[in-house]
């Protein structure tokens, strides 16, 4: 396996570990994927640096949502960058909100330093508010 497709098997690995991990009582089987010195930022909120961040903003959305499934309509690598642009459908309760996303994960010693992102903001607000 050449360094591209590692960099997409832990990505497309991470991705499949998020979703089995909602509706379970924490996130901390997801530390293996990251590195000690991760930054995931959703790009419209603050970054969060470092592991125990991470995994601390990702456990807020394990609270949010009931279950949360990954669509990946297009997933590109180059060396130890992975882009994916998928769609990500998030359930709180009798809301579903499918939300267009576009990821970029950049990949060092097998596990993933950087996770950023890009989403719509109002459009989850707007979902959750009950004003879809």
């Known amino acids: 396996m050449d360094e591209d497709e590692k960099a997409e098997r832990i990505v497309r690995d991470m991705c499949d570990?998020?979703?089995?991990?909602?509706?379970?009582?924490?996130?901390n089987g997801l530390r293996p994927f990251f590195t000690d010195d991760v930054v995931y930022h959703n790009i419209p909120l603050d970054p969060a640096v470092?592991?125990?961040?991470?995994?601390a903003l990702l456990e807020g959305f394990l609270g949010m949502f009931n279950s949360f499934a990954i669509d990946t309509r297009h997933l590109a690598v180059r060396d130890n960058v992975v882009l994916t642009e998928r769609v990500d459908t998030l359930t709180a309760g009798d809301t579903v909100v499918a939300?267009?996303?576009?990821?970029?994960?950049e990949v060092r010693?097998?596990?993933?330093?950087?996770?950023?992102?890009?989403?719509?903001?109002?459009?989850i607000t707007k979902a959750l508010s009950g004003n879809n």
């Open 17 to 27: 570990a998020v979703c089995a991990t909602f509706g379970r009582p924490n996130a």
């Open 99 to 105: 939300l267009p996303v576009m990821g970029a994960f």
């Open 50 to 55: 470092g592991i125990d961040a991470a995994i």
């Open 109 to 123: 010693d097998g596990k993933i330093s950087a996770w950023r992102d890009y989403f719509d903001m109002a459009e």
